[in-house]
């Protein structure tokens, strides 16, 4: 039988093939050693930014709890500035903004404004409530139409309450911001568009409170139109 050739040219191909390989390594051993490195760095960097938002989210919930029970006391002052011991609402928004607790602060903060009349620091508030929450949400664009209305804007607080309306889309919050929209429009003399808003809370949400003395509203306006 007969030996089979031996193949020196593959031999010389596998060490060439090698020789490539050691020549890439020892001529880009530092990049690659800093892109083995920037990895590690990144991921750590990574571990410790989510070990610090868990912590950060922990003493935001604790500092919330007290400005929450003040809140519900009507202590709005207290929860807006804190006690000396726990932080108030404002504070809280500062110090923890990168937390849900903190970007829920800025919305407790603003309704606080609101109610002691300070308006256009509530609409400031309440324009960094960023929380996709579907009750919350649309309560503040109807708190910054509030807001605008006391503070003369017509127009914006008209604005912020049809946002407040399509965000809320329910048969409690909507008739209510869609009413105050109506409204505005009748005292300005805007009778037909009233007329439209006050149609679409009959269409819409004839069961709600709004909707069962809709008519009235209704007729008065028409007498206007016709």
Sequence with gaps: M????????GIENVEQTLTNTEQFL???????????VGAVVLVGIFWLLKMYTSKQNEEALSQMYMAEQYFGEDSLKLALYGDGNNLGFIDIAKEYRSTKSGKLANFYAGTCLMHLGEYEEAVSYLNKYKLDDEVLTPQAKGLIGDAKVELGDNAAGIKYYLEAAELAENSFHSPIYLMKAGMLRESEGSYAEALKLYEQIQEKYPESNEGRSIDKYIA??????D
Excluded: T
Excluded at 220 to 225: A, N
């Design 26 to 36: 020892e001529q880009n051993y530092r990049p690659l050693l800093y892109v083995l």
């Design 220 to 225: 008065r306006v028409k007498l206007h139109i």
């Design 2 to 9: 007969s030996k089979k050739k031996e193949n020196p040219k």
